[in-house]
């Protein structure tokens, strides 16, 4: 195989205004690890998603306070709360900023696990109440269970990669990597839970592909940093295997603020999801 791309993904997440040159190394490092610790009560805990099938929410406690439904968001490196919910949950200003404050929160709470001293960015305008990114999702294994509709936050080790059902992943800026298969090419995506949409792609890949048809103007995308944009969008021609799955003809958005590709929740949802961030392995099991 060639691989159709040498660069990956930057965070897709509203928080790329966070600048490091901005704040102190010490603060810098708690906004990326997202909390200082994650506590069990149980050996594991089961919550449901409480979004769509493409928009995978949770309900969650902050100091106490809630429920607030977060979404579970592995296009994002850092913890976002809307400003008004972190005013309501008490949240301690630790920087004071015109666009994105920086947080505290004692602890977040999220069925039967306790993450202590939450490091987040708090915005004004957010289509949900809060994102969970994979910065604090790593600190334990976890399954997210499209088909039904549950997350398992856990303490299981998978086996070593077959390269049928598990499979090694990379880290990127604090996101999961996979490399999918695109016909006899190879392409190193973000699984962005967080995109309801199947894949988007930069535009310098887009001669790179094979189409099934005319590539046209697509729908117009909405982002809380770049404001309104409208896409292209295209049908492939090759089959997309992601592990076990396997997509024929799939819709693919070409974005000029894309500076990476990645996969979202419509490629996600008929599968299991398994990341066992200790050893950067994935299973993912097809329904």
Do not use: C
Not at 41 to 57: D, E, K, M, N, Q
Not at 176 to 188: E, H, K, Y
Not at 191 to 205: K, R, S
Not at 243 to 256: H, K, Q, T
């Amino acid at each position: 195989m060639r691989s159709l791309s040498g660069v990956i993904i930057l965070a897709t997440t509203l928080a790329r205004t966070l600048s490091a040159q901005q704040l102190p190394d010490s603060l810098v490092a708690q906004i990326r690890e997202g909390a200082a610790q994650s506590i069990f009560r149980a050996g594991s805990t089961v919550v449901p998603l409480v979004g769509t099938r493409t928009l995978p929410l949770v309900e969650v406690r902050i100091n106490g306070h809630g429920p607030f439904r977060f979404l579970i968001d592995l296009g994002s490196n850092v913890v976002v709360v809307r400003r008004g919910i972190a005013d309501a949950a008490g949240g301690m200003v630790l920087v004071d900023r015109p666009r994105g404050d920086i947080i505290r929160f004692d602890s977040l709470t999220l069925g039967a696990v306790r993450f202590d001293r939450v490091i987040a960015a708090a915005y004004d305008t957010l289509d949900v109440d809060g994102v969970l990114g994979y910065n604090v999702l790593q600190l334990q294994s976890f399954t997210l269970d499209y088909p039904n509709q549950t997350l398992e936050l856990h303490t299981r080790a998978l086996s070593r990669p077959d390269y049928r059902t598990i499979f090694p992943y990379t880290v990127e800026g604090r996101m999961p990597m996979l490399t999918l298969r695109i016909g006899a090419d190879s392409l190193v995506v973000n699984l962005d839970t967080g995109a309801t949409e199947w894949m988007t792609i930069p535009p310098g890949l887009r001669d790179k592909l094979r189409w099934r048809g005319p590539v046209v103007p697509g729908r117009i995308t909405s982002n809380n940093q770049t404001g309104l944009q409208r896409v292209e969008e295209g049908r492939l021609r090759d089959t997309v295997r992601i592990g076990p799955l396997a997509f024929a003809e799939m819709l693919v958005y070409i974005n000029p603020d894309a500076d990476g590709s990645w996969v979202g929740s419509a490629a996600m949802q008929d599968a299991i999801w398994t990341f066992d961030p200790r050893n950067r392995r994935l299973a993912i099991q097809r329904r």
